[in-house]
């Protein structure tokens, strides 16, 4: 399932196969981000942050995977 498209990526619906939990995870198109100069480091800045809240007011990051070509969060 498909929610929504930006930019530079999209969110998409995914589930964990060992609890059947659903997730919002936000996938990045790395062939996007790399034509703008600093987009990377902002990237990096923003799972940073991510990983330090803890709030119930605001969405949490579970877990980050990456390869060459994405940057799923």
């Given amino acids: 399932m498909h929610w929504l498209t930006g930019t530079f990526g999209r969110v998409v619906v995914g589930t ?5 939990d659903r997730y919002a995870v936000k996938v990045c198109d790395f062939s996007r981000w790399k034509r ?3 987009a990377e480091q902002k990237l990096s800045a923003e799972v940073g942050i ?4 803890d709030h119930p007011h605001v969405v949490a ?6 390869d060459d070509d994405t940057h799923a969060m």
Wanted: aromatic fraction near 6%; include cysteine; charged fraction near 20%.
């Fill in 16 to 20: 964990d196969v060992n609890t059947g």
């Fill in 36 to 38: 703008i100069p600093g």
């Fill in 50 to 53: 991510m990983k330090c809240l």
């Fill in 61 to 66: 990051l579970h877990d980050v995977f990456r």
